[in-house]
């Protein structure tokens, strides 16, 4: 191994760690949250149904604009030349920036187009279906660059100097990842130093992994305020020129799918930002993050079910014409029962998209766990139905849509998209870190109550005031997790309309099961209190668990809405579709309230321990390491940038 060895992220404690992710947590339920209802043992179908829906101008202008959209996709985007040439071409870029595409989000004050949360979700799953790397561009500009960070907590003054450019000429990207910080920001080592007139701060550090950082003219960057006389310092959030001096695009990553994506790692040397681009107070940089994530998040199951659709028809267009054994491989059940996964797999993403979508226009409910479930969710299921159309397809599947074009063969990119896909579990929160952020939020109520009972450096009077609380808490809690509706055989009867499937035995099934699920965390809590968060299996088998009985209920509450709507034929299919898929997520959930209490996880980290002791290199012998010379992480040492700028701005 050769190279200087990288500048080090401040060390910090695991305990200093939680405490900064922790403040930057939003601490309060000011709204209803169905998803915090349901890991409590509550199914509040009330908070859900009848499903929400958008009021008929923003329906009607949405629909215009996608039809818009649609029209430039298919004449104007050529998807085999972005995947061939690994690059967007300008002209797509301009031509949706006129049709106003990285508006979509912007208020009409500020030049945008002013969509609803929704169509803007329906908007990225037709581009995604066309070109993830177009989706990734434009997602990153809105979900999660300037123009909503600025949305929620921008000032007027900021609003006015940079929406308008965001909606109609400036690309954003978000810069929060270093190459040796990922999921942890307390280890954050860029840093925002503020002049002595307090008129500016000079930026310094480096950023990996920026989408769109390769071509964008502004940067939302995370970077550290040192705490000074006059300065209470923490994690800060920056609106920052890319044009600055100062800034230097070292270098425009390459990876295994979104071969178009315009992502890079980015220095800051002597970069001099005006204290008037400060989104928020110093200090609020990560919660204006984890806010923004909030509805940012479900960018990503928006196009997850983009890709679903298209997996569906290419399933049903190839399994109807190639025949083997004298029918088409429809026919033969092995063949039938993914395409029944990939159909009712993606009537439930869209049902958990469309849902959560509605919910945040509509501002009634709190969805943070619902957002974090659906790109959970997604992600993983996405990645499940592109692997097995890719399985439906066989070699064909394995083999480029260039070279089934060159043969004379329909040019069908199945395995782009399972790379394209794969990225989805790891972006904007890996499926790991969602499974502890959802776990944190769902057990929230718990650690409220038990507070200095699990705290190791309270008092015994503080523990004992703790105890009295907590058993008030559950004296009052835990009987209701005893009986409910869901086993009463008449409830929910209104989903089980003449002509459809019976989906009311679905809804009863998981309103039994969110009481277990709530009894077994509490049993989980009485077992390990203080111990509980490094039960990390166990936590990620309580959030998988919720993400089933959230998609069941979006997909029963879905069914009925579009019976109710569209009519008899569509609602008998929509129930046909809700029926199977609950019978799909009823057989995983089972299987994971198994393994809450049957599983490897001891042995797990036996083993792994063992691994890097170096117990079991003899088991590594007989191969040969292809990888390249080079330190693990790259050095990001402060100083002046030692390559040449390759940012390339669109325009």
């Known amino acids: ?370 957002a974090a479930l659906a790109k959970l969710y997604g992600s993983e299921m996405g990645w499940l139905m592109a692997d097995e159309l890719v399985q439906i397809r066989g070699g064909r599947g394995f083999e480029t849509a260039a070279s089934l074009a060159a043969r004379g063969e329909r040019a069908v990119p199945t395995e782009q998209v399972l790379r394209d896909l794969r990225i989805n579990r790891i972006f904007e929160g890996s499926t790991e870190i969602m499974h502890l952020l959802i776990a944190r939020e769902a057990v929230d109520a718990h650690l409220k109550v038990a507070g200095d009972l699990i705290e190791p450096e309270a008092d015994l009077r503080r523990k004992g005031r703790a105890a009295a609380k907590a058993g008030a808490f559950y004296a009052g809690w835990l009987p209701k997790l005893v009986a409910g509706p869901g086993q009463v055989p008449t409830s929910y009867r209104e989903f089980h309309p003449a002509g459809c499937r019976d989906l009311s035995g679905h809804l009863r099934y998981v309103e039994r099961s969110a009481r277990k699920l709530a009894r077994s965390t509490f049993y989980a809590m009485s077992r390990w209190q203080g111990r509980m968060e490094t039960k990390q299996g166990f936590l990620a088998r309580i959030v998988d668990i919720g993400a089933e009985l959230f998609a069941m209920s979006a997909v029963c509450v879905r069914a009925e809405m579009l019976r109710t709507k569209e009519g008899a034929q569509t609602g008998e299919g929509a129930y046909e579709l809700a029926d199977t898929f609950c019978k799909q997520a009823r057989i995983r959930t089972e299987e994971l309230f198994d393994r809450l209490w049957t599983n490897t996880d001891r042995d797990d980290r036996t083993i792994s321990k063992g691994v890097l002791a170096g117990r079991y290199t003899w088991l590594e012998e007989g191969v040969l390491d292809p990888s390249g010379e080079g330190p693990w992480i790259a050095d990001t040492t402060p100083g002046p940038a030692k390559r040449p700028n390759v940012h390339r701005p669109i325009g």
């Open 1 to 370: 191994m050769s190279g200087s060895a990288p500048q080090a992220a401040p060390k910090v404690t695991e305990r200093e760690a939680r405490r900064v992710a922790e403040e930057a947590r939003e601490q309060d339920w000011r709204k209803p949250s169905f998803a915090k209802e349901l890991f409590l043992g509550r199914f509040r179908l009330d908070l859900i149904h009848p499903h929400p829906l958008p009021d008929a101008a923003a329906e009607r202008e949405g629909a215009e604009f996608l039809a818009r959209l649609r029209d430039f996709c298919e004449k104007k985007i050529d998807s085999a030349v972005i995947e061939r040439d690994a690059q967007i071409p300008d002209e797509v870029v301009k031509g949706l920036q006129e049709l106003g595409v990285f508006g979509m989000k912007i208020d009409r004050d500020y030049g945008g187009l002013g969509l609803t949360q929704v169509h803007y979700n329906r908007a990225l799953a037709l581009i995604g279906s066309v070109s993830p790397a177009i989706a990734a561009l434009v997602s990153a500009h809105q979900s999660i660059g300037v123009p909503q960070p600025l949305k929620m907590f921008g000032t007027p003054e900021q609003k006015r100097a940079f929406l308008p450019r965001c909606a109609t000429t400036s690309i954003t990207a978000f810069l929060l990842t270093e190459p040796d910080v990922g999921s942890d920001p307390a280890r954050l080592a860029t840093t925002a130093t503020p002049s002595a007139d307090g008129s500016e701060y000079v930026l310094d550090g480096v950023k990996l992994w920026t989408t769109n950082g390769v071509v964008a003219d502004l940067l939302v960057v995370m970077a550290r305020v040192p705490k000074t006389e006059g300065h209470r310092g923490g994690i800060t959030a920056f609106v920052v020129e890319a044009s600055s001096a100062g800034v230097t695009v070292e270098n425009r990553n390459a990876f295994m799918g979104l071969r178009g994506i315009e992502n890079g790692v980015t220095r800051f040397d002597g970069v001099r930002v005006p204290a008037e681009n400060r989104i928020g107070r110093e200090g609020e940089g990560l919660k204006i993050a984890l806010t923004t994530l909030n509805t940012g998040r479900l960018s990503l199951p928006a196009m997850c079910v983009g890709a679903g659709k298209w997996c569906l028809k290419i399933a049903r267009e190839w399994s109807a014409a190639r025949e083997q054994w004298g029918k088409p491989i429809a026919g033969h059940e092995a063949v039938a029962t993914k395409i029944s996964f990939i159909a009712a797999t993606t009537f439930a993403l869209e049902a958990v998209l469309e849902l959560s979508g509605q919910m945040a226009d509509e501002e009634r409910n709190d969805i943070r766990i619902e």
